[in-house]
């Protein structure tokens, strides 16, 4: 079997890999040659007690105890691992280490809105130290049960380490997870303790209903509540809470901090957390000394990382490459955290080239995110330490191995991959071996991998079931609330009786190298994000109308590489699958568990196929969806079901599909072609745009483009009088309706001060609509409208349109005080009208500027260049998350294919940034969005230059969906609270 191979040889690794080292180090341990790479797998595998004793010896680790006894059965069920040795995790990645310099920097953490904050060696030990002293105080001691819900960031590393000091075993997770989700992993933890960041995100409050009221209503176990950021602190009920600054602030000085025991080596460490196929997520217990045997042994001898290497792996807190990345700091590495949003393919590369990165983590997703942009790290950013790339979270497909040779450079990219179960990798890299095009590099040194044919026979160049055949430490060391350990042996030790089945689907050559193809169990994995099935059947029970559901990840028809998830609904006595059912299927699935459990297909089906026991086949499913020949028909009870999947998934797929509209009717055909982009389509009878899943952010959308490509100008309330496609056409060939400049968005109190609300990049203010509807204690709200163009189609400056935008607005207000409020472009154009209204004798009594970033114009040559804003206007003016994030990309690399509402957004952008601000002695509100681009420096600089009384107000969500539904409500409060300021 020919494999084509990319070189290794052209990047330069170090003068001697700590592989080699190793190698010579157990030359001495069998007569044995260990010079070709298979050779010292063969032995680390047939003799594995010799290998583990070896490398813990060599290792470094701090233990005490004895390593007479490195497992005590060959059995791979039973097995335990050093049974005498006795070390602590946290000690082990934090203590001093023979030259490291306890005063480098070993943790970097980078926020979304560009803010760093960094640890050295010696800092990060005490910071963990004065943080496991608040811990033990808490009641945290060893055996204990730990739950920290953060994003990636430097808070969660002090929280996770600060409890494995102690002895605690702690579970990890997101704040942007949904409470279904959550609590189907920690009501099995029954924690005690709960540590949460909340990282800006709503619904953390401790509101009746939200996220945290649900949790802790389910979650007895708790007794406190210690909070790891600087927002308010939330309302837990007679539970405690309190801040971990403020508890380490009042902590006694000069007091000792608590002991970090040494305990067995198999004593709880992290408890992580199954994808949930066959039912709620399995919560695997991992011990601590097979977690960082096998982490230390893949960063050192797979990876070679090194005290010099600076690790970046795009990864979360529920993930275990976030336990995997942690455990780097034993090494003596440092590690970089990012908790914000990828915005593009730039955002994780420019992380990666600002950080220096050496060893950089990224997905098959992400990757091809890349590709299908048309963006070239190589030409983008320089990245002149970067050795080696790691990608894992799902198939590597080998066109991505050649884009990555020409688009990246000639680093090694290293397809791992293993699982949570293992908390580590059954194949990974190596760094004495080339990258073989659409494979990984080598089996993991100490495992004894091979591939089962259907008869459980190995095999080789074939696909088959992963297996594991002999013992290694980092299996689990149980399920919690699986006493007997039947759980445990149905997951793993069942299917094969005397190995470790894996759940995966690989072929393994000769060299070592192996091939993943992908998951043979139900797990989902969607575009690089794990998803488990049995978690959308839990919210699905809620819904009355369905009986059972399957949701299968189907090949993507379209987008080369990707997959998609399809949900078959089979339904109770005569309900339908209607529009108003699927969007309750949709909303509830997203609210509950998380967007990324939301279908892009769903399909009502008559009957799900069954096996002779009763239990779904997911597998059949799946195959059918995909159009694969069903492995074992016999295996099931009803195999006719499998046509009947067959037939409505086409019949799905047909009505999905946009209608030919009559080559005569351009309005409709236009209309029509406008809702398809929106990816919008009628399908089944259902027209209604927000019974097909249209947002309201959509619609802004869609008549934004209506009127950019049809010259008619439809009003909302004519929109959602009729909200289909023959309902716009129609309303366009009426002509819409005269533009006019002022537009009342709420009637507001009479007698009240009106507030005006500054149109968008695209000269409009339906934007602004839910925004108005939140706002209380104001007079009438309107909105500003423009035409951006003058009449020989040039544009128009913020300057003129501040001169003609004030003209409306003084008609409309006549001697009532000014009150002007704008977001993005908006907000510049706000700031110069009230600077033009003060020039000329009448103050603007409140301006409100809703996350406006400063113009490039205005900015210091070191400004612009710390914020690269060049190129990047999306991030200065608002609109872009209105489109599918792949459309935007490609818009961005391939400005041939950009409608006319991105061609606007545009040239107000260039408006935008060409701007020169001057300055405001006025008092001005910013209210900044917590979650912010990744943009080096404070922004804020620049606008207190401007306009030295500023005021400074959170706002919950991003730049880009500040005025989205989730977040328009605190925004309306406190804007309604700084207008009401501003008049007391």
């Known amino acids: 079997m020919t494999r084509a191979t990319l070189s290794a040889d052209v ?461 290694f430490p980092s299996r689990p060391v149980r399920f919690l609330r699986d006493a007997g350990g039947a759980r445990l042996h149905r997951a793993y030790y069942a299917q094969h009786p005397g190995v470790w089945t894996h759940g995966d689907v690989a072929d393994l050559a000769a060299d070592g190298t192996l091939r993943v193809h992908g998951r043979s169990d139900g797990v989902l994995n969607i575009d690089g994000i794990r998803i488990g099935p049995a978690e959308i059947y839990q919210v699905l029970r809620r819904l009355p109308e369905i009986e059972q559901s399957v949701a299968v990840e189907q090949r993507h028809p379209i987008q080369r590489g990707a997959t998609r998830l399809v949900l078959l609904v089979k339904l109770r006595g005569d309900a339908v699958l209607d529009g108003e059912l699927e969007t309750r299927i949709r909303s509830t699935l997203r609210q509950q568990a998380g967007s990324a459990h939301v279908p892009a297909l769903v399909v009502a089906v008559p009957e799900v196929p069954l096996t002779h026991s009763g239990k779904t086949s997911e597998s059949a499913v799946r195959d059918t969806v995909n159009g694969d020949p069903v492995a074992n028909t016999a295996a099931l009870r009803n195999p006719g079901s499998l046509a009947g999947i067959t037939a409505a998934l086409e019949a799905a797929v047909r009505a999905a599909a946009v209608e030919p509209v009559a080559a005569d009717d351009e309005v409709l055909a236009t209309v029509g072609h406008l809702w398809h982009e929106l990816g919008v389509d009628p399908h089944d009878g259902i027209e209604d745009f927000f019974d097909l899943g249209g947002t309201s952010r959509q619609s802004m959308t869609l008549l934004r483009r209506v009127q950019l490509e049809l010259g008619a100008d439809v009003p909302v309330e004519q929109f959602l009088a009729d909200p289909t496609i023959p309902g716009v056409a129609a309303a366009v060939r009426r002509g819409g309706v005269q533009r006019s400049t002022v537009v009342q968005l709420v009637p507001g109190e009479p007698t009240g001060v009106p507030l005006f609300l500054v149109h968008d990049a695209w000269g409009d203010v339906e934007v602004y609509r839910p925004l108005a509807e939140q706002l209380t204690g104001t007079g009438p709200v309107y909105g500003v409208r423009a035409d951006l163009l003058h009449a020989d189609g040039t544009t128009k400056s913020v300057h003129e349109l501040a001169v003609e935008g004030l003209a409306a607005v003084r008609s409309t207000a006549q001697d009532a005080p000014l009150h002007l409020a704008g977001f993005s472009f908006g907000g510049l154009v706000a700031f110069e009208m009230a600077r033009l209204s003060a020039g000329e004798g009448r103050p603007v009594e409140f301006l409100g500027l809703l996350d406006t970033l400063p113009p490039l114009a205005s900015m210091r040559p070191l400004e612009r260049v710390a914020h690269e804003l060049a190129g990047q206007l999306s991030a200065v003016v608002p609109g872009l998350a209105d489109r599918p994030l792949r459309e935007v990309l490609q818009q961005r690399f391939r400005p041939d294919s950009k409608p006319a509402d991105r061609q606007v957004l545009d040239r107000s952008g260039a408006v935008f940034a060409e701007h020169r601000l001057a300055p405001y002695a006025g008092p001005v509100t910013y209210f900044r969005a917590r979650s912010r681009v990744p943009v080096a420096g404070n922004v804020l600089t620049v606008w207190r230059r401007m306009a030295p009384d500023l005021t400074v107000e959170p706002a919950a969500g991003s730049h880009h969906d500040l005025l989205a539904a989730r977040y328009v409500g605190e925004l309306g409060r406190r804007l309604s609270a700084a207008v009401q300021r501003a008049t007391s």
Not at 15 to 25: E, K, N, S, V, Y
Not at 31 to 45: C, K, Q, Y
Not at 157 to 181: I, K, N, Q, S
Not at 317 to 342: C, E, H, K, P, R
């Open 11 to 471: 990047v330069q690794q170090p003068a001697g890999t700590q592989l080699a080292d190793f190698r010579a180090a157990v030359a001495a341990l069998t007569d044995r040659d260990l010079t070709a790479a298979t050779a010292l797998h063969a032995w680390s595998v047939e003799s594995y007690r010799d290998f583990w004793r070896a490398f813990l010896d060599w290792s470094g680790l701090v233990w005490e105890g004895s390593t007479d006894v490195v497992s005590t059965s060959d059995d791979v069920e039973s097995a335990r691992f050093f049974p005498d040795v006795r070390l602590n995790y946290a000690e082990n990645l934090l203590r001093p280490l023979p030259g490291v310099d306890d005063d480098a920097v070993c943790l970097t953490s980078v926020h979304g809105d560009g803010a760093r904050r960094r640890w050295t060696r010696r800092q990060l030990r005490d910071d963990v130290a004065d943080a496991a002293a608040v811990l033990a105080a808490q009641g945290v001691r060893a055996g204990g049960r730990v739950v920290v819900v953060a994003p990636n960031n430097g808070n969660a590393v002090l929280a996770a380490l600060a409890t494995a000091a102690l002895g605690a075993a702690v579970a990890t997770a997101m704040p942007d997870m949904g409470p279904a989700a959550l609590l189907g992993r920690f009501t099995q933890v029954e924690p005690t303790l709960l540590l949460l960041d909340r990282g800006g995100r709503p619904g953390w409050s401790g509101e009746a209903g939200d996220v945290l009221d649900e949790l802790l209503a389910e979650l007895p176990s708790v007794c406190s509540v210690i909070v790891l950021d600087d927002e308010p602190l939330p309302a837990v009920g007679d539970r405690s809470v309190s801040r971990l600054a403020d508890r380490v602030a009042a902590l006694p000085a000069g007091a000792p901090r608590p002991e970090w025991p040494r305990q067995a080596f198999d004593e709880p460490l992290f408890v992580m957390f199954s994808s949930g196929t066959t039912g709620p997520p399995k919560a695997m217990v991992h011990g601590a000394g097979g977690t960082l045997l096998e982490h230390v042994k893949e960063h050192r001898l797979h990876g070679d990382l090194r005290p010099a290497d600076r690790l970046y792996f795009h990864t979360t807190t529920a993930w275990m490459m976030w336990n995997w990345q942690l455990s780097a700091l034993a090494v003596g590495a440092s590690i970089v955290l990012f908790d914000g949003v990828v915005q593009g393919p730039q955002t994780l590369w420019e992380l990666a080239a600002e950080e220096q990165v050496t060893v950089f983590g990224t997905s098959p997703a992400h990757l091809q995110l890349c590709q299908d942009a048309g963006y070239r790290p190589a030409d983008a950013v320089a990245l002149p330490a970067l050795r080696a790339v790691m990608s894992t979270g799902a198939v590597l497909h080998d066109w991505q191995f050649d884009w990555f040779a020409d688009a990246v450079g000639p680093q090694p990219l290293q397809s791992i991959s293993g699982g949570t179960d293992i908390i580590g990798c059954f194949v990974l890299g190596h760094p004495e071996l080339p990258v073989v095009r659409g494979r990984s590099q080598s089996l993991g040194l100490g495992l004894d991998v091979a591939v089962l044919d259907d008869a459980g026979l190995p095999v080789l160049d074939q696909p088959g079931e992963l297996v594991c055949r002999r013992p």
